[in-house]
């Protein structure tokens, strides 16, 4: 075989579509590993990676391009792939029915057994029946296999098809070659495994891809010039025929050599490249909150960025469930939810809550005061400092912006001090608020108390029960409970009595503000959760409706109706929204993430002498809310915990839900019905945006055929010349300034002749038109009207499609 003869260099291109097709497939396959298999993929994730080894890829992809070329040369693209996809559809028919006639001789119990025993023939059971359930392990088995093969021979033809569309398509080729180079870089950047396999392929397609556009740039004369943008991008969006191929066996040679050379075990670190990649989605996060923001109209304080809770105060509507991250948090263990407090509202109107009591008349921040009175009653209590570490203890944390902008401050129950850096925010109200709204990366400290709830001394001392005697409050402190007293049990006239009644009946015979509050939010965890409740009919109240008509809601619903019932009976309550811990995932160390998910809203109650207490009616949280320590939750969402820093990891651990699977495999499998529907509202957009702009060329076609009706001979001339220029210029003939007609001619060296006429012939008719007098007849209009029609459809023939649609476009 020659160096230059044609079968060579069909055989580097093959070579060279089939490393670009299976590096492609090689990165969909580590993508589907670190995602997880789905529990209703046929082949379990050990075969399925046997089957899929790169040498398998490599072949299958070869044999891929292999049909595609041998298809186009012979024209037997469709007869070929038609036949191919009936030959499957019937293999696929015949499999079901076998494997349906088989399970139809099947009992119940058989037919089970069976399914159970396709992942893992060695589970089949020793026993005389197993004869009877091979026929139908083994039907059951080739229709896995099938499936199997079928979605592989998908994934394959679409790369394979990429692949071949690239070797007269540079910038294809260019575009999937940067796709495959992201994913590898943000995979080292995350520090996901992959296997050198994954990455000698593009490698070696990127080696190529180089060369190739050298010899493009060389063949074009480019190599001593300066081009313009024009004839550079041309370049890629067609390359000249005779590209460099011939060093395929050398970089093939040298990518062989650097896969044999011996590597460390121990992963590269990328430090460089993950502080990079942090930094830029960063700034990304930070441009897209703040157009958000802009374009929202909201406030910058926070509110909870669902339906259900508008920032007007207006309660109802559907929640809409999100796992957009919103804050990372790091720190100590919890040892029960952390509820982070944003925004406090105290007046409720019949239909929402506001913010009303601003305007203090005692001295003092407001979550230290909270503070203060619960280390009074502590000092006050008959507990043991050892016994009170077994109620409460302290716990530090970092807080950091991940997905919002807002000028709140997020902060638990009995926080003891903040640590910000150039920060002075306002504390003196319930919500605590910075000078402006602050976005991604913006990180302070805090200090707290992790209280626990559910333990019988805490309960005792909520009672008001362990005092050795009683807290002496100062002259602030008993300001601040007037204050309270006065403006946090306040209800509108829209309340009706049947509320206040059932508030007296759920509180009977209780002697003791706290018991209130708990026989309050135990009757409330009794109705149901749901994430879309019926509409408040207008003109009714929202906690009435909530409580007797619909009894169903969401966490707003819970929230609003304990804190009402709660002033119903005289104690003051106060709505809180902000975020829980409950249900986080862990990201990296010992950092988690909150995100959209845990947004929440609940109820705090103030108990004199300790302050204020958050409870928890919601169905969803109240387990978690109200276990002890060293006590699993029962039933409902496990009680949430931080991870643990290495000082503390002699503390009791409580394991969450997401250490039980990966991430991305639970994340798909809880989000399967929303990625279904946001991939089918992706396709109805793209189709839709196709259809107008089909639409659009329709119709801008039609008022140019209509104008061009409408025009005499003269303007048919020049219409129809300015055509055959415009298409000379899509061939990059562009008609220079002062040259003529004839020069321009010479130029193009025939190639804007056709088969009705030539290019010089067109210019000596519009020449004697146009500068010699001669009448512009109907059958000269005629010829030049065949002419350029013909030369429309001869480069129309010749171009790409992107080409034809910047055609139509112009």
């Not at 398998?56 to 037997?76: I, Q, Y």
């Not at 070659?177 to 992959?194: D, F, K, M, S, Y």
């Not at 409902?636 to 495999?665: C, F, I, K, M, R």
Request: proline share 5%.
């Amino acid at each position: 075989m020659k160096p230059d003869s044609l079968q060579l260099r069909k055989l580097y291109a093959l070579m060279a579509s089939s490393c670009l097709c299976a590096g492609s497939l090689m990165i969909l396959k580590s993508l589907w590993d670190l995602f997880g298999m789905p529990a209703f993929f046929p082949l379990p994730a050990e075969k399925a990676s046997e089957l899929l080894s790169p040498a398998v890829l490599l072949l299958v992809s070869a044999l891929c391009l292999f049909l595609l070329k041998w298809s186009s040369e012979k024209n037997l693209r469709l007869p070929l792939w038609g036949g191919l996809f009936l030959l499957a559809l019937l293999a696929g028919a015949f499999l079901f029915l076998r494997e349906r006639n088989a399970f139809a001789a099947l009992s119940q119990e058989e037919a089970s057994l069976v399914q159970a025993c396709a992942r893992n023939l060695s589970s089949l059971p020793q026993s005389a029946s197993s004869a009877r359930l091979l026929p139908a392990l083994s039907a059951r088995t080739a229709l896995q296999l099938y499936f199997f093969l079928l979605i592989l021979g998908t994934a394959v033809l679409l790369c394979g098809l990429l692949s071949y569309l690239s070797e007269s398509r540079l910038w294809l080729k260019g575009l999937l070659l940067l796709i495959q180079t992201v994913i590898l870089l943000l995979c080292a950047a995350q520090e996901i495994p992959l296997s050198k396999w994954n990455v000698l392929p593009v490698l070696f397609c990127l080696l190529l891809f180089l060369s190739e556009t050298a010899a493009c740039f060389q063949n074009q004369g480019m190599e001593n010039q300066s081009p313009s943008l024009r004839k550079s991008l041309s370049v890629f969006l067609a390359p000249p025929a005779g590209n460099l191929l011939y060093l395929t066996p050398v970089f093939l040679a040298a990518v062989l050599i650097i896969g044999l050379l011996p590597a460390k075990e121990a992963p590269m670190h990328w430090d460089t490249l993950r502080k990079l990649t942090a930094a830029a989605e960063d700034k990304a996060n930070a441009l897209i909150i703040h157009i958000g923001s802009l374009f929202s109209g909201g406030q910058d304080s926070y509110a909870l960025s669902f339906t259900g809770y508008t920032g007007s105060g207006h309660l109802n509507g559907g929640l809409f469930s999100s796992s957009a991250g919103q804050l990372s948090l790091t720190g100590s263990r919890t040892k029960s939810p952390l509820y982070l407090t944003g925004t406090v509202h105290d007046f409720y109107n019949g239909h929402g809550w506001e913010q009303r009591a601003l305007d203090k008349t005692y001295s003092g921040e407001e979550y230290l005061l909270n503070y203060q009175e619960l280390t009074d009653a502590l000092d006050a209590s008959i507990y043991t400092s050892q016994e009170q570490l077994e109620m409460m203890r302290s716990c530090r944390f970092d807080l950091r912006f991940e997905g919002l902008k807002t000028q709140t401050v997020f902060y638990p129950p009995f926080t003891a001090s903040f640590f910000f850096i150039n920060q002075e925010p306002d504390a003196r109200n319930d919500s605590i608020l910075l000078p402006k709204a602050q976005s991604v990366g913006f990180t302070y400290s805090f200090l707290c108390m992790d209280i626990n709830w559910g333990s019988e001394k805490v309960q005792k001392l909520l009672r008001q029960e362990a005092w050795a005697q009683p807290p002496a409050l100062d002259e602030e402190q008993q300001k601040r409970e007037c204050y309270i007293y006065k403006n946090y049990t306040e209800l509108p006239d829209t309340v009706p009595e049947r509320v206040y009644a059932l508030a007296e009946e759920i509180t009977e015979g209780l002697s003791t503000d706290y018991d209130r509050m708990k026989a309050i939010e135990g009757w409330l965890n009794r109705l149901a959760y749901t994430t879309s409740p019926p509409q408040c009919p207008e003109g009714q109240d929202f906690t009435d409706y909530f409580l007797f008509d619909s009894q169903t809601g969401y966490c707003t619903y819970f929230a609003t109706a304990m804190a009402v019932l709660g002033r119903c009976c005289g104690i003051p309550t106060r709505y809180a929204e902000g975020f829980v811990t409950t249900g986080t995932r862990r990201t990296e160390g010992n950092q988690v993430m909150i995100t959209s998910d845990n947004a929440h809203a609940w109820a705090e109650g103030y108990i004199p002498n300790i302050g204020w207490v958050p409870f928890e009616p919601t169905p969803r949280y109240y387990e978690a809310a109200n276990t002890a320590w060293n006590l699993p939750a029962q039933g409902g969402t496990p009680a949430p915990a931080l991870p643990v820093p290495e000082s503390q990891e002699e503390e009791t651990a409580v394991t969450d839900d997401w250490t039980q699977d990966s991430l991305p495999a639970r994340y798909l499998a809880e989000q399967s019905g929303r990625l279904l529907i946001h991939f089918l509202e992706a396709v109805l957009l793209i189709a839709a945006l196709f259809l107008l702009l089909a639409l659009f060329l329709f119709c801008r076609s039609a008022l140019r055929r209509r104008s061009y009706r409408r025009l005499d001979a003269a303007g048919k001339l020049e219409n129809r010349m300015r055509k055959v220029l415009l298409l000379g210029e899509m061939q990059d003939l562009r008609l220079e300034a002062g040259e003529t007609l004839a020069a321009y001619g010479k130029r193009a060296a025939g190639r804007l002749d056709t088969a009705t006429g030539s290019f010089a012939d067109i210019c000596t008719l519009y020449q004697s038109i146009r500068f010699g007098g001669e009448e512009a007849g109907e059958a000269k209009i005629l010829q030049l009207e065949q002419y350029t029609d013909s030369l429309e459809k001869q480069y129309l023939h010749g171009c790409g499609r992107l080409r034809r649609l910047l055609y139509h476009m112009r």
